[in-house]
């Protein structure tokens, strides 16, 4: 299984403002958490057709990234890998 955090874009926070700034952000109602699999959150792009999400650090409820199909590709290519070498 692959994670959301191991694909998506992470989100650099370079000072306190910057910070400030990223939690008074009105989230969307479609949003996916970083620790959520990369199949559950194809499966909600797929249902809603939103290609790109916001990502949530689910502890600190702050944004952390984003993921895009493109993104989530990547992540079954790499479960593609894995298994491959796991019949090995």
Do not use: H, K, W
Request: hydrophobic residues 40%.
């Amino acid at each position: 299984m692959i994670s959301v955090s191991e694909v998506m874009t992470q989100f650099s926070v370079s000072s306190e403002a910057d910070q400030r700034r990223a939690e008074i952000v009105t989230l969307p109602d479609v949003l996916a958490y970083a620790d959520e699999t990369c199949r559950a959150v194809a499966e909600e792009m797929a249902t809603t057709g939103i290609m790109n999400m916001p990502v949530l650090d689910r502890e600190s409820g702050r944004v952390c990234g984003s993921v895009s199909a493109q993104d989530l590709l990547v992540g079954r290519r790499r479960a593609v890998v894995r298994e491959s070498e796991r019949r090995r």
